[in-house]
C-alpha cells in the first residue's frame, strides 16, 4: 500500500502516539495537522485541503472528545464527530483514499452482559456517542476504504487522562473515591498507534480495507482483560508507588452531565485475527506508559 498519509488531531493522545512511532515506518510520508492546519469544523476547509494535497490514507484522530461538554455543544460535536467524518470519507471514495476512522465504546449502551462485538445493537447513553456514531453510521452509507476502530478508555503520555489525573491526585490527596460499577478495558494509545501502522504498512490487509461490504470495516480495540475506574486508579497507585487510599464508590454518588455505559468491555478477536495483531495486557501496558511519564520527570 503506498505512502503518503495525513494524520489529523495530531495534537490529540492518539496523533501524537502515530507521531512518536511514525520515524519506523519510513516508506511513509506523514503529514500531521492540528486544528491551525485542518480545522475539521470547517468543511470546505476539509475539501480544499485534501484536494490541494494528494494522500493515500487518511488517519483520523481528531475528534470532540470532551464528554460532559459535549451534552450543551451539541452543533460542534455534531460537526467534527459527525459532519466531518461524512465529508471526510465522502472525499476518501471520490480520490480512492484509505481512511482509518476511529470511534468509541460510548456508541453502546452498557447493558451487555459479555463483551460488546462490532456487530452488537448500539445505543449511545449522550451527545458524544451519539454523534460519534451518526459518524460511523455516515462512513458506513459511503463506504470508503479503509475501516473504523472504536476504542475505549484511552490514555498516554500525552495530552489530559485518567491516569495523569490520578498521579497527580495520588501525591495531592491521602484519599480518593473511584468509581467501581462503570467496568470498561483501558487502551494505551501508543498500542492503538502501533495497531494502526502495522494495518496500514501490510498489502495484505489492503483487499481486507477494500471489502464491498460496510460491515466488514468495524473493529474493536482495547487493551486486553477488563477492570472498574477504581481497579484502573488502585493499579496506578501500586504500580507508581504511591500512598493514596482508593475508596469504591458508586456512579450514583459522582453525577456527570453525560452519562457513561456501566459495561463497555469489547471483545477484540476480529482485529486480532484479521489483522494478526497481539494485544498486550492493560497492566503491562500501564507499567510501560508509567515508565516513561517517570522518566519525564
Ligand atoms: N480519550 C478516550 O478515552 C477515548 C475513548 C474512546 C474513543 N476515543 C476516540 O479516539 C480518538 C482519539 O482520541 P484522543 O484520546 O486522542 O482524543 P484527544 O486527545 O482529545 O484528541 C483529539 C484531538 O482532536 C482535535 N480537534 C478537536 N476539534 C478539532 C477540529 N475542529 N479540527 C481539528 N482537530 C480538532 C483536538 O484538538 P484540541 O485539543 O485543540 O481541541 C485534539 O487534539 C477520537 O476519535 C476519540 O473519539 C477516545
Redesign the pocket.
Known amino acids: 500500500m503506498s505512502n503518503k498519509v495525513l494524520v489529523?488531531?495530531?495534537?490529540?493522545?492518539?496523533?501524537q502516539s502515530i507521531h512518536d512511532l511514525h520515524g519506523y515506518y519510513s516508506d511513509f510520508d506523514f503529514v500531521f495537522?492540528?486544528?491551525h492546519g485542518?480545522?475539521?469544523?470547517d468543511t470546505n476547509q476539509i475539501k480544499n485541503f485534501l484536494s490541494q494535497n494528494s494522500f493515500n490514507v487518511v488517519i483520523?484522530?481528531?475528534?470532540?472528545?470532551a464528554v460532559d461538554e459535549a451534552e450543551s455543544d451539541q452543533e460542534l460535536a455534531e460537526q467534527?464527530?459527525h459532519l466531518?467524518v461524512k465529508t471526510l470519507a465522502e472525499v476518501a471514495k471520490e480520490q480512492n483514499i484509505t481512511l482509518i476512522h476511529?470511534?468509541?465504546?460510548?456508541v453502546f449502551d452498557g447493558q451487555n452482559y459479555r463483551p460488546y462485538q462490532e456487530q452488537d445493537t448500539t445505543a449511545p447513553r449522550g451527545v458524544y456517542g451519539a454523534t460519534?456514531l451518526k459518524g460511523e453510521q455516515a462512513f458506513s452509507n459511503i463506504n470508503p476504504n479503509g475501516c473504523m476502530i472504536?476504542?475505549?478508555?484511552?490514555?498516554s503520555e500525552?495530552?489530559n487522562?485518567f491516569v495523569k489525573t490520578m498521579l497527580r491526585l495520588g501525591k495531592e490527596r491521602e484519599k480518593l473515591g473511584v468509581i467501581f460499577d462503570q467496568v470498561g478495558t483501558p487502551?494505551y494509545?501508543q498500542d492503538l498507534a502501533r495497531a494502526i501502522l502495522v494495518i496500514i504498512s501490510n498489502d495484505d490487509h489492503a483487499a481486507i480495507l477494500e471489502s464491498s461490504q460496510a460491515e466488514d470495516k468495524v473493529f474493536h480495540f482495547s487493551n486486553e482483560g477488563v477492570c472498574s475506574w477504581y481497579d484502573f486508579a488502585k493499579t496506578i497507585f501500586e504500580l507508581s508507588n504511591i500512598d493514596c487510599r482508593v475508596n469504591p464508590i458508586q456512579t450514583k454518588d459522582y453525577p456527570t452531565p453525560a452519562s457513561r455505559p456501566h459495561y463497555s468491555v469489547m471483545n477484540k478477536h476480529k482485529i486480532k485475527y484479521t489483522f494478526d495483531l497481539s494485544i498486550p495486557y492493560w497492566k503491562d501496558s500501564l507499567q510501560k506508559c508509567l515508565s516513561i511519564l517517570k522518566d519525564q520527570n
Request: aromatic share 10%.
Open positions: 489529523t488531531g495530531a495534537k490529540g493522545q492518539l496523533g495537522t492540528d486544528v485542518l480545522d475539521l469544523s483520523n484522530c481528531a475528534a470532540y472528545t467534527i464527530n466531518a476511529i470511534s468509541t465504546d460510548y460519534k472504536r476504542t475505549s478508555w484511552v490514555y500525552h495530552g487522562n487502551t494509545a
